[in-house]
């Protein structure tokens, strides 16, 4: 399999180098040059299989270069092993024909562990195949960072620093990033915000030479391909959970930066009976316009209550862009050039297709926690606010009853009391027993002043130098 540029001018890779890098060097993100198509005789077969196995069989097409059937197996095995339910990503059902998908049976609550988890694991396996060394360098406003640490903290081959603003991401969060032990593990609290944090991580990455040329940086943000490849797997899972493929499902899903309703597309395009995919957006709605409007445009960041759905632009929507201009490379680059300047907007019959692809619709913080209360009082069953902007689209978009409609779960409520509070409810979501302790773990983690140069000395001094 190899992998090309959205924006079409940089080489064509390899999944292990697609693996080690981040934006592809003409500014674009890599995506597979074709798909694996799976017959519906085939994906029937897979009814029953487990877990991990069912995510050998999704993923396997596209590592095949780089990673021997038996070496993915057991990684997969391991991966999933960690995952604290039978099912890895057990159905609730709220409804007739409605579901939830909980994503958050992973060690740090999110379903950003499916992808992390197994891409620390294909890194160190890759590195330690070529006897290399790479620095993950990233800036979080919460999930992600906790998900990575927790992915790479086995590694050998990988140092890994976090950037959070310091004193600005919320308790538990914090504490999931520092009170994991191990001296591959740098948690640098800036004292900033956010975008200080992410334009220091951006500057790094274009300008390595603070590293001496002895290592250099990798991302695990969710431009990197494995991410979104190993999302793919849990609508095969829902599906057959479901009565799949013989029948089909629709997903809502919580959206921010594209990538996980970007894997829910790419199942569709692997053979997988899919009827629709809402996009459920918070107020932060760039996406939820664009469906609407055909007008791509940047607004201001509004801080909501679904904090890890809270972004200016998607940066996976270029992977759909490419699609919708038949994979023309040139076209995509002019427009995103154009959006950066001012709004956009594409072909009209190009738009009408992707209005055929996707439903969206954006909900407020109120509308948040209406939905939360009004599932808690009918189901007492609590949902984190990111959960209940996917419930609430669902139920507003759904063309048929008939057709079951699962939404992605994708924190445990007990990520957000927050919301829970303000959603009027007097219930205190509670930790799972492997977190119980968090409150009384040992957090390390230094404090920086919002200096690159700080930060990349720092950097360049605590790595473990291979
Ligand atoms: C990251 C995240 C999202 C958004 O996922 P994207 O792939 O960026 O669309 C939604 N909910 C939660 C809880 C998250 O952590």
Redesign the pocket.
């Known amino acids: 399999m190899r992998y090309i540029s959205t924006r079409g001018s940089a080489p064509a890779l390899g999944f292990e180098d697609v693996l080690l890098t981040g934006l592809a060097p003409d500014g674009g993100l890599y995506v597979p040059e074709s798909l694996p198509r799976f017959s519906v005789e085939e994906i029937r077969s897979w009814r029953g299989l487990s877990y991990s196995e069912l995510a050998f069989r999704v993923m396997h097409p596209f590592v095949e270069d780089a990673v021997p059937a038996d070496d993915f197996r057991s990684m997969l095995d391991e991966t999933y092993a960690v995952f604290t339910h039978g099912a890895v990503a057990p159905l609730v059902q709220l409804d007739s024909n409605e579901w939830v998908m909980e994503l958050f049976r992973g060690p740090t609550l ?3 562990d499916f992808a992390l988890q197994l891409l620390g694991r294909l890194l160190d396996y890759v590195l330690e195949k070529r006897q290399q060394h790479v620095v993950i360098m990233g800036a979080t406003s ?3 960072g906790s998900a990575a640490i927790e992915g790479c903290r086995r590694c050998q081959h990988v140092d890994i620093f976090i950037l959070h603003p310091h004193q600005r991401v919320s308790e538990v969060q914090r504490r999931q990033m520092t009170t994991v032990a191990g001296d591959n593990i740098h948690n640098l609290a800036i004292k900033g915000n956010f975008d200080d944090c992410q334009r220091m991580v951006k500057a790094s990455f274009n300008d390595q030479s603070f590293l001496g040329g002895k290592t250099r940086l990798a991302a695990v943000n ?1 431009i990197n391909w494995a991410r979104i490849m190993a999302q793919i797997v849990y609508y095969f899972h829902a599906s057959l959970a479901l009565g799949g493929p013989d029948r089909s499902l629709s997903f809502s ?9 970007f894997a829910g597309y790419l199942a569709r395009q692997m053979g997988l009976p899919i009827n629709q995919l809402v996009i459920a957006t918070n107020r932060n709605d760039i996406l939820h316009r664009f469906m609407s409007g055909n007008r791509y445009e940047q607004h201001k960041l509004e801080h909501t209550l ?1 904090p ?2 809270d972004i200016m632009v998607s940066s ?1 929507f270029e992977r759909l862009l490419f699609d919708l201009h038949g994979r023309d490379g040139q076209a995509v680059k002019d427009l995103l050039e154009n959006a950066s300047q001012g709004p956009v907007s594409i072909a009209d019959y190009r738009w009408k297709h992707a209005r055929q692809l996707f439903d969206s619709e954006a909900v407020d913080d109120e509308a948040t926690c209406a939905m939360i209360r009004e599932i808690y009082q009918q189901n007492e069953y609590l949902l ?1 606010p ?1 959960t209940a902007i996917g419930v609430k689209a669902a139920r507003d978009c759904r063309r048929d009853p008939q057709v079951p409609m699962v939404t992605l779960g ?2 445990h409520p007990a990520k957000f009391p927050d919301a829970i509070e303000r959603a009027g409810l007097s219930v205190r979501p509670e930790l799972p027993r492997h977190m119980a302790d968090l409150f009384e773990q040992e957090e390390r983690f230094t404090v920086l002043d919002d200096d690159i140069g700080a930060v990349q000395s720092f950097i360049a001094e605590h790595w473990k130098h291979g």
Do not use: C, E, Q
């Not at 899903?253 to 309703?261: K, S």
């Open positions: 999110a379903f950003k919460g999930d992600t969710s899903v919580p959206t921010g930066n594209f990538g996980d309703i679904s890890s759905m996976n984190d990111h994708t924190a």
